[in-house]
Each structure stands twice: as structure tokens, then as C-alpha cells.
């Protein structure tokens, strides 16, 4: 069956390090999304990626990366891990089904800094 | 600022009830909207999506749209103990392009048995 796989789902690093968390999803659809949830926040849009070579910031990109060399996945780097980024981490990705962007998540990584 | 608005309740719902949940939003060009049902510690799972005013009926759980008045809705007929989890409303960007969902930060629903 398709699927999105995250790693690792658990991840304790500390301040300053560099962190790259994986996503990797089997549905063959072109368009990829990175969230964070922080408690009174919600779900909020770091980047996302039509396709290959393709990525784009979202609402709050500061302190993130993402590339798209493939379909399947696209990796979210921390390039210098900060407290403010201790969070859980969702990635997505969606096909146009009925001309909607409908998103399905993965299991989620929850990345401590300290 | 695209915003999403909901009630963080927590709602609580004897079992066998029906509960509902609601949603405003701010970007008026929305075109499609999406109801996630989040247990703790999971990911977030597609519940229903709408796309037209009216209402859309799916088992149990039916999805109202009002785009005049810039409001979702979601009933849950029958409410088991098993649907009490936090109900996550999102709408996409104006135009319906594919560059992300904005998220209510989530109504806590409890059924109480």
C-alpha cells in the first residue's frame, strides 16, 4: 500500500547542531509539505514543493530548508537548531483529486532542542 | 493573514448525541475546506473535505459550507466514544492553489459515555 514515512520519530539534539529530518511517501504525488505543531499554535506551513527542484517558503520558514531531488521525498534541515524549534514535526503530500489539494501527513517526528 | 478560527473547547458530547463543530475563516477566495480528526500523539487524518455551499454526508459525519458567511461546520451523528479526539479545520489558499492548508488550531471533543 502507499504510504509517508517519517524519520526518525523521535529525535533529542542540542543548540547550534544541524538536523535533517526525512520524509518519504510512496503515493507518487508531485506536491510535499513540512508543519510544525506547537501547542496554541496549531499546524503551522514551513515549506512545500510542487516537484522535483521545486520549494517554496511557508508561513514560518526562518531556520529551515528543503530540497526536492525526487519525487518521493524531501528532507526538512534545521541548519542551526534553536529551542524555539522543539516541536512535532508533520510532513504531507497531496494529489488534486476532485481539482482539491488533498493532504495526507505522515506519522510525525517530535524533535527536541536542548 | 489567512486565519482559521475555531473553538479550542474542550466540547463535551453525551454518547449517542450529535455533535457539532464549527469553523470561520478569513481569506474569502478560499475554495476548499477539510476536517482532520487528530488523536493525541497522532498525525492528523482526513475526515471529510468540501468543496460546494451545502451540506456533504458521509456515514456518520456530515460537512456544512457557507462561503457567504465564511463558515464550516462538521456533525457527528451517533457520537461514539471513539470519535472523542481534536477536530482540526483547514481551508486551502485563494484560488485553490496547492501551496498549503491553513489550520484552526482545533476544537477538543469529548464523548462522554
Known amino acids: 500500500d502507499a504510504e509517508i514515512t517519517q524519520s526518525p520519530r523521535h529525535k533529542i539534539t542540542e543548540t547550534g547542531r544541524q538536523v535533517t529530518l526525512a520524509c518519504h511517501q510512496t503515493?507518487?504525488?508531485?506536491?510535499m509539505f513540512w508543519y510544525r505543531q506547537d501547542l496554541g499554535h496549531g499546524l503551522r506551513l514551513i515549506h512545500y514543493?510542487?516537484?522535483?527542484?521545486?520549494?517554496n517558503k511557508g508561513e514560518v520558514s526562518d531556520g529551515y530548508s528543503v530540497s526536492r531531488s525526487n519525487t518521493e521525498d524531501l528532507p526538512l534541515t534545521l541548519e542551526s537548531a534553536a529551542s524555539s524549534q522543539t516541536s512535532v514535526y508533520f510532513c504531507?503530500?497531496?494529489?488534486?483529486?476532485?481539482?482539491?489539494?488533498?493532504?495526507?501527513f505522515g506519522p510525525g517526528t517530535r524533535l527536541t532542542v536542548l | 493573514q489567512k486565519e482559521v478560527e475555531q473553538n479550542s473547547g474542550p466540547l463535551s458530547v453525551p454518547e449517542g448525541a450529535i455533535a457539532s463543530l464549527n469553523c470561520t475563516y478569513s481569506?474569502?477566495?478560499?475554495?476548499?475546506f477539510f476536517w482532520y480528526r487528530q488523536y493525541s500523539g497522532k498525525s492528523p487524518e482526513l475526515i471529510m473535505s468540501?468543496?460546494?455551499?451545502g451540506d456533504k454526508e458521509d456515514g456518520r459525519f456530515t460537512a456544512q459550507l457557507n462561503k457567504a458567511s465564511q463558515y464550516v461546520s462538521l456533525l457527528i451523528r451517533d457520537s461514539q466514544p471513539s470519535d472523542s479526539a481534536t477536530y482540526l479545520c483547514?481551508?486551502?489558499?485563494?484560488?485553490?492553489?496547492?501551496?498549503?492548508?491553513?489550520f484552526g488550531k482545533g476544537t477538543h471533543l469529548i464523548i462522554q459515555p
Open positions: 504531507a503530500s497531496s494529489d488534486r483529486t476532485g481539482g482539491a489539494d488533498t493532504q495526507y
Open positions: 503515493w507518487n504525488h508531485n506536491n
Open positions: 514543493s510542487y516537484g522535483v527542484h521545486d520549494t
Open positions: 481569506d474569502r477566495g478560499s475554495q476548499s
Open positions: 468540501i468543496y460546494s455551499n
Open positions: 483547514a481551508g486551502d489558499s485563494s484560488g485553490g492553489g496547492a501551496d498549503g492548508l491553513t
